[in-house]
């Protein structure tokens, strides 16, 4: 059984770097190609991966000869799936892809098409799912703690959109949108959550107070910086979104809460230790897990600590290191892929039926086969 994995990596701007560094806690894979065009990032790459041969260009990097047996892509959402049509129809390798998969309703099918002649692993990079406070929220849901889950809300009050290379991350058209950028993980969690598909999405938005003044070559930032969007569920449950990305003196990022007729189940997560005011605030949060029973009252609270090492290599509590740890066993030992192509496409399509809603102001229907919406 192989043991050991040779990467090659497509990008490496800020998300690149952080699967540089939870591949380098995993025994047995090794980085040894990654094509980045920006220089001042080709050397941060190489501080952290410094064996790794280095190209501007996807094509230079296919083009070599590095007996290459996986691939990771993180390069901008905009060219995520022009890069995977490539990869599909150049190569046989495990992708493991950062989301959005796609940020156009355009693309979807021909990306499903695509990877059905793809003989090795698609791994979508969804990775709130493997928040540690997350898993074990699911875990006490899944058990049975609150009963059927009838309502669930997702609430994330976070810092603005960092700074990108090139500033990408400021327009729709290269994001996909906010909703989809930033919120298709959490409409996956939904899905996960609730085991269920999506029949409806409304949402409501605004661009308020970040990137207002911002100017890019003659163009304004269009990206909006709050919304809530609620979603109804095949199964008649239903799911609600409140993000505001100018809250970022919020002592927990993500709070989560599920109920049933049993209980409430909630899951605190803390925001990248990085931005915590360590000097005058002390040790960041640790992340919680609350149970709050019906009978009898009275909450049962649990913390969940993340590994420090894990939490120094990346923004994500941990999670991008588990979320490879289980890409290399779908290549290494024919694990099951946890999040597919299909997951991934469904949970941006919510995400573009979201910014649909929110120009339309209307609710908007998702297809039977959830990889597509009514265009109002």
């Known amino acids: 059984m192989k043991k050991s994995i040779r990467y090659g990596v497509l990008g490496c701007g800020m998300m690149g770097q952080e699967h540089l560094k939870n591949l380098a806690l995993i025994h047995g894979a090794e980085v ?11 050397q941060r790459c190489l501080e952290l991966a410094p064996n790794a041969h280095m190209f501007n260009t996807l094509e230079e990097l296919l083009a070599a000869d590095l007996n290459l047996e996986a691939l990771v892509i993180a390069t901008p959402n905009y060219q995520h799936a022009e890069q995977l049509l490539e990869l599909f129809d150049r190569t046989s390798l495990p992708i493991l892809i950062e989301k959005p998969v796609v940020t156009s309703i355009e693309q979807v099918a021909k990306i499903r098409a695509a990877a059905e002649k793809h003989p090795a692993p698609i791994w979508v990079a969804m990775e709130y799912r493997y928040m540690p406070p997350v898993a074990q929220f699911r875990k006490q849901i899944t058990q049975g703690d609150i009963g059927s889950m009838k309502m669930l809300n997702i609430r994330e009050h976070r810092f603005p959109f960092l700074e990108k290379v ?20 959490f409409f996956d969690l939904m899905r996960l959550l609730t085991g269920s598909e999506v029949t409806r999405v409304y949402s409501s938005t605004g661009q308020d107070c970040n990137h207002l003044e911002e100017n890019y070559d003659g163009q304004a930032p269009d990206i909006i910086d709050n919304a809530f969007v609620i979603v109804d569920f095949k199964s008649g449950q239903r799911a609600c979104l409140d993000l505001n990305m100018f809250a970022e003196g919020s002592r927990y990022q993500e709070e989560i809460c599920a109920i049933g007729p049993k209980a409430k189940i909630e899951c605190f997560v803390p925001g990248p230790g990085r931005f915590w005011p360590v000097d005058s605030l002390g ?24 590994d420090e090492k894990l939490l120094d290599a990346g923004d994500h509590n941990g999670s991008t290191y588990y979320q490879h740890l289980g890409f290399f066993k779908a290549i290494t030992e024919n694990a099951a892929v946890d999040v597919s192509l299909e997951d991934g496409l469904k949970a941006v399509v919510i995400g573009l039926a979201a910014q649909h809603s929110s120009v339309t102001g209307q609710a908007i229907t998702i297809t039977e086969d959830g990889y597509s919406f009514s265009q109002v």
Not at 32 to 42: L, Y
Not at 175 to 180: A, D, N, Q, R
């Open 166 to 185: 090139d500033d990408w991350n400021r327009f729709n058209h290269k994001t996909g949108g906010t909703l989809v950028e930033k919120c298709c993980h």
């Open 32 to 42: 040894v190609a990654i094509a980045e065009p920006n220089k001042e990032m080709q």
């Open 283 to 306: 040790a960041a949060p640790i992340p919680k897990v609350v149970l709050s029973p019906r009978l009898p009252k009275g909450p049962i609270e649990a913390d969940i600590p993340v």
